[in-house]
């Protein structure tokens, strides 16, 4: 590598920032390359390769903060960009609770070793094989069924980068880290001409673990041709089936509500409830940045905490909420090493690798206890209110008579309150799949309101 390595920057930064007359302050480097290929009907539509390196600064004197950033590395821009970040601070508000980790939280883990979250076969993916697994797997979409006659195509991104961060207690902390995704979306008409859409996607740290092509493509074009035929239904009160897709949909909502953030803003249905039962036994979600290979996986959060695995629901008690050190210190309570980060943002508590665990149901036994009910493949709008929990989402899936897949339902919306929704999970499958950086199986939620005629 040419040049300073982004560790480099960033403590030489710190440096001038200190120098400056920051009382304290943390830069984060971020170096990548990134590609994308997209291919439609069989003919490459998009080829983007860039390559990027950016810093962002964060300066706190006094309880004054300011962050700023820039991609101008050159030596006297920097030290111009250091001196101009400490000047803000000096303008804006003070904040009794804005500040660095106590230096006894930053992590020992300096490296990535051990997360298998680089991988050196990226470095050789060459752009006609990149065409090439876009094109195989767009092809097999439309080639799973006659009645598949258009696509919105198939892209393939990779990136390829480095993270490093640096403080003014002497922290320091880099790792690599690699990442690949293929989507395709298949099309198809219906008998009355309405357009009936799927999709399918596989995203990963390393290119082995990645889908076979073909499959996500055959994949898309089945959930697309499912749906051809769909039916309105009746509004009832009926058993939810979840796929695991829409499982991960359900987490991140109700996970959102348990961050330092949402407590200190009163923006969360769960405050003053940890330590509660609120859902069913069969309720075990967590977070775990130390699972090796996934995509939000690290060794340290954006402030250089330790990254650990938090629960937050452990046989439906609600554990407990993710803090970054400043809602942490607002809430009085402690960082749980959730800090999440942007180059040009303020740490914020969030969660980098959900896992809803699984259970020992198979997903077929699931459905063959449901007599009447919906299986849910796909989720609409925004409808949660984090605030009062009341659920509403508009829906499409497949009706469940007599314990089997019946046929497709669309133009419907499911509702309840995610405090009856996590009591009401009365089975949980065995089928845990990966989305990105979630993980979920299928889950079965007693009884929720479905709207439609």
Known sequence: MEGPTPLEIARNVVSLARRAGA?????????YTEANVTVRLGELEKLIEAGSMSLGLRVINGGRTAVCSTSDLSPAALERFAAEAVDLASISEPDEFAGLPEPELLSRATTAAGLSLYDEHMETLSTDERIRMAKACEGAALGFDSRVNNSDGASLSTRIGQLALANSYGFEGSYPATSISLMVEAIADDADGKKRNGYWYSAERSLHRLMDPEEIGRIAARRTIDQLGARKIATRQSPVVFEPMMTVALMGDLVGCAT???LYRGATFLASRAGKALGSPLVNISDDPSRPGGLGSRPFDGEGVGARRNDIFRQGVFSGFLFDCYTARRTGNSTTGSAQRGIESLPAPGASTLIFEAGNSEPGSIIAGVTEGLYLTTLMGNGFNPTTGDYSRG??????????LAYPVSEVNISGHMDSMLAGVDAVGDDLASFGSSSAPTIRIREMTISGT
């Open 23 to 31: 009382e304290q302050c943390d830069a984060i480097v971020s170096m």
């Open 260 to 262: 330092g953030s949402a």
């Open 395 to 404: 829906a499409a899936g497949f009706w469940i008579q007599d314990g089997k």
